[in-house]
């Protein structure tokens, strides 16, 4: 398939981000950011400064070379804030198209609102709440509802707005924010919601929760903060001398901790005003709602979990079509699961081929590591860590041991149980069919009374053997069934 690309031309990067196709879940292929710094200083004048502009046309000099060089023809390129708010925004506009040889979108506030909110639901088909994203030099909201972006906002009010040349704070920002903030009317009816944050700021300040924490995962994607802790936190930084933030640079760059404590400001005004039940964090936003938009109709109402799968079976797996199949044979097990649980046992049943070419010493804890840090959306921390927890059964481990330790802080005992049964389910059904249909068919699970049974075609009898008896003891077990063979 053909390869799609945005140019995102903000307040403080211009960014080429390459995706390998207009697939459900592609993956990104090249992804490139130069700070140029926009939008710094646009309050004193309203004017982008001249070496700004200028490291930003080098840049996109690069970025239209480099779509000519990987042969992309379908692409957009957007830009926001700083290039609409400044007066001489149409210049540095005609400029790209003439130097360049690229034409510009410069999108409004509300269809960034509607971009973004777009690219959160390209991650997180199911959001619902209100969607906030913080730029350089804007706040844009949104509100997400069944599948689609309705009210939208946009102030500017980005912490890059308030800052001089020499990254002093200028003019007077809280005061700004409060005033924008209290100006929100259609809010009031979607209170006790979730609120989706989106852009790199409010990504550096779940990073620090999470270092603060001592999370499981370093992923920010889909990270989860309670109201209070949010409160607590976003009013600790919004408080921070510029010495204090120094603490934290090892894990956040100084560029970012210069607007760490507006962005945390904002961040707290905005919860308070929606009375906010939880952030989360999302990484994705203008540029995957581009990309989002850009697929066809049906590709958009595909699931991008039960995709990303297929295509990571397809490239890694040797029985790549073999999942569903999978999934229905030790159906009988779980026969009143709701959507979520049979969501994630299908994810579980796609990818439990693709660890076959570990070292077998190390292939459950390799399968377990690459779903944790992979790049599944769609998926919760906890689904993640179910689906991982399961397929490290599958592989022949066990739950309880020291590699799924911080795992299993994810996951409720309930979880941890569910994935047992999974794992070992999905370990049965691997060693009787072979990878194979064929396989599968000469076996089916059933349970009648206190027996796990498990009926074999006589004329498959032979397929039962020391291996296939172990697997189906643990199974029992863990249903506490006494199991049976059953030769019909």
Sequence with gaps: MEKFAVIDIGSNSVRLVVYESLKRAPYVIFNEKILCGLGRGLAEDGMMRDESMAMAIGTLKRFQLMLDKMDITQYRVVATSAVREATNGPDFVEKVKRDCHLDVAVITGKEEARLSGLGVLCALPRAHGIMGDLGGGSLELALLSDGDV???????????????????TIASPKADIDRAIAALDWTAGHRQENFYAVGGAWRALAKIHIMEKGYALNNVHHYIIDRDEILDLSN?????????????????????LKVLPLAAYILNRLIKKLKSKRLVVSGYGLREGLLFESMADDVRAEDPLIEACHDIAANAGRFSEHGKRLQKWIDPLFPDDDFEPNRLRLATAILSDVGWRGHPEYKSEKILYEVLHGRLLGLTHRGAAFIGLALYICYGGTSGERQTAKVETLLRPSDILYANKVGLALRLAQRISGGTEKGLKSARLEISGGNLLLNIRK??????NEVVMKRFHDLAREFYLTEK????
């Design 150 to 168: 309705r009210d939208r906002a946009s102030f500017a009010i980005g912490p890059l707005k308030y800052q001089s040349l020499d990254g002093r």
């Design 236 to 256: 600790h930084l919004s408080g921070l001398h510029p010495v204090e933030m120094n603490r934290y640079l090892v894990h956040i760059s100084a560029r970012r």
């Design 459 to 464: 004329k498959d009898a032979a397929i039962v």
């Design 485 to 488: 063979i059953r030769i019909t």
